[in-house]
C-alpha cells in the first residue's frame, strides 16, 4: 500500500514518483517493482553536513537551504529540488534545481510548521521538520 507523499524510484531507468493519491497496488516501473525512497534524517551519520535541510521562520514564511556546508552544484553532483509541506500535507511547494544554482527555497505561507524535504542525484532523499 503507497501513502500520500511517498517518493519511489525506477531502479532501471530513474524516473522518480510522488504519491499523489494513496492506493493498495505496488508501483511498477520497466516491469520492475519501485524502489520505496527512504528519507534521510539528522540523525544518520552519512553526509548530513551537505544534505539536511536547514529551515529559518521569516516575516513572510520560510528560508530553506540545503546544508551547513555548501552542497556542489556541478553536473555531476547536484540537489534536484526541494521540496516544502505543510504539517498537514495540504500545501506542497516544490523548486526544482540545476546546477550552478543556490540550493535554497523561499516560501512565503502562513503556515506554522513545515517539513522539508531534497533530493541529491547521487545520495538520495533527505528530510527535517
Given at each position: ?11 532501471i531507468?530513474?524516473n522518480?514518483?510522488?504519491v499523489?493519491v ?13 524502489e ?15 544534505h ?11 528560508e530553506i537551504?540545503?546544508g551547513s556546508?555548501p ?14 509541506n505543510?504539517?498537514?500535507k ?20 502562513d503556515?506554522?510548521e ?7 542525484n ?8
Open positions: 500500500m503507497t501513502k500520500i507523499l511517498e517518493m519511489y524510484k525506477c531502479n531507468c530513474g522518480i514518483v510522488e499523489v494513496s492506493g493498495n497496488g505496488e508501483l511498477v516501473c520497466c516491469g520492475e517493482v519501485m520505496h525512497l527512504k528519507e534521510h534524517t539528522k540523525d544518520e551519520e552519512m553526509l548530513q553536513e551537505k539536511i535541510p536547514y529551515v529559518t521562520k521569516t516575516e513572510e514564511g520560510f537551504k540545503v556546508i552542497h556542489p552544484m556541478i553536473d555531476e553532483h547536484y540537489i534536484m529540488f526541494i521540496e516544502a505543510s504539517s498537514d495540504r500545501y506542497i511547494k516544490r523548486k526544482y534545481l540545476f546546477p550552478g544554482e543556490e540550493p535554497q527555497l523561499n516560501l512565503k505561507c503556515c506554522d513545515i517539513t522539508v524535504r531534497e533530493y541529491c547521487i545520495h538520495g532523499l533527505w528530510t527535517t521538520d
